[in-house]
């Protein structure tokens, strides 16, 4: 039984949910944001902030009157910017739109929709029918991004992130070359090498670019079949990338060699939507699925930590955790499709299912001592 500072903490949100992310821009407290999808409703971004004292979420709300929410992101320099994909109906049509905007944060409220205001919009082009994700690019020493990256059908969309005017501006883009329609299901930068390279979930396979030339990076062919869903590069080491898609399965893969995985793991019983390192100690692992289930995994052997403790005094020695599940979570009741770290907190941790139910979690107590070797 989880003890009470390991018990999660259950939000029912009032619309379904299919997209949620960490503010990675706070660093003082844990919170996430979540995107609505109703059709029948006015949709919302949800803040949603974790009182660790009183284990308590509270929440401000943001109408979206565009559309249902798709995917949304927080912009990594600034907690107040927050990017949304979503349907917005016009007339008969479905038109895929993708726009940054500022929150304008008060105190919290459960009633009140607060607004958000439009900073920029994504030139989507005419005929398109979805615009999968929207990322900025990943940032250090308190610097702001200079650019971000779109999904829009098969075509990757490189953008100026210092938006001057109501559009932003294309800096490179490339179209994925196929006989038929592709669809990029995901895509994510690559934290390394400053980060120059788009990994994308196109299809079955995993295609990565330089955007220095959108020359290619390097493909993972048949990663997943029928679908790649998902994709996450390693914080701490280079050229391992973690996927998942709808054979139930996640996959580990060095980006120098990608004709065979590292390791496959397989225990989920449906699709698996979301797989998220974490940011700090990157032998752990999230993983979600239609299953109903929220994955916390080790993939020790694969990590940033040594491979041997012959340099620690005996009297610290600890036994190194080995590869699987580490707890499964099961209060979601319907398809798990989001999970992500709290930014500030590499210890607790925030899963959404289709039903609007947000669940904060931690990682129990003897794993993390195990890590931290006390």
């Known amino acids: 039984m989880a003890s009470d500072d390991e018990a999660s903490v259950i939000y029912g949100l009032d619309h379904q949910a299919r997209s949620m992310c960490g503010i990675v821009a706070e660093q003082d407290r844990a919170q996430f944001l979540v995107g609505t999808q109703t059709l029948k409703f006015e949709n919302q971004v949800c803040l949603l902030d974790l009182d660790e004292d009183r284990n308590q979420i509270s929440k401000n709300s943001f109408a979206h009157k565009e559309g249902e929410i798709w995917q949304l992101s927080s912009c990594p320099s600034d907690a107040s ?52 994700c929207f990322h900025w690019q990943p940032i250090s020493d308190g610097n702001n991004p200079s650019r971000a990256m779109a999904l829009c059908d098969g075509k990757v969309i490189v953008v ?38 788009i990994a994308a979930a196109v299809e079955s396979s995993v295609q990565a670019w330089d955007i220095r030339s959108m020359s290619s990076a390097f493909t993972i062919e048949n990663a997943h079949v029928p679908v790649v869903r998902d994709l996450d590069f390693n ?51 999230l993983s979600c699925s239609s299953d109903a289930r929220l994955l916390l995994l080790s993939a020790a052997s694969l990590s940033s930590e040594p491979n041997n403790d012959s340099d620690l005094d005996d009297s610290r020695e600890t036994e190194r955790m080995a590869d699987g599940v580490v707890r499964t979570y099961e209060e979601h009741e319907e398809s798990v499709y989001c999970c992500d770290w709290a930014p500030n907190d590499p210890w607790i941790f925030a899963s959404l299912s289709y039903d609007g139910r947000l669940i904060i979690g931690r990682v129990p107590r003897k794993v993390k001592y195990q890590i931290l070797q006390l």
Not at 81 to 109: F, H
Not at 114 to 119: A, D, N, T
Not at 265 to 285: E, G, K, M, T, Y
């Open 81 to 132: 910017q927050v990017a949304t994909c979503y349907s917005q109906l016009d007339g008969c049509k479905i038109r895929p739109q993708c726009a940054v905007w500022s929150m304008n944060v008060r105190e919290p409220s459960d009633t009140t929709n607060q607004s958000l205001v439009p900073v920029a919009r994504l030139p989507v082009p005419e005929g398109s029918s979805h615009v999968s």
């Open 160 to 197: 100026d992130a210092n938006f001057q005017g109501s559009q932003m501006q294309v800096v490179s883009q490339t179209q994925i070359e196929s006989k038929a329609p592709m669809r990029l299901n995901n895509g994510k930068w690559n934290p390394h090498n400053n980060c120059n390279v």
């Open 235 to 285: 914080p701490n080491r280079q050229y391992l990338i973690a996927t998942c898609g709808d054979d139930c399965k996640m996959r580990f893969w060095d980006t120098r060699k990608t004709d065979k995985s590292l390791m496959t793991v397989a225990q989920h019983s449906h699709w698996v939507w979301s797989v998220r390192f974490n940011p700090i100690h990157d032998q752990l692992l």
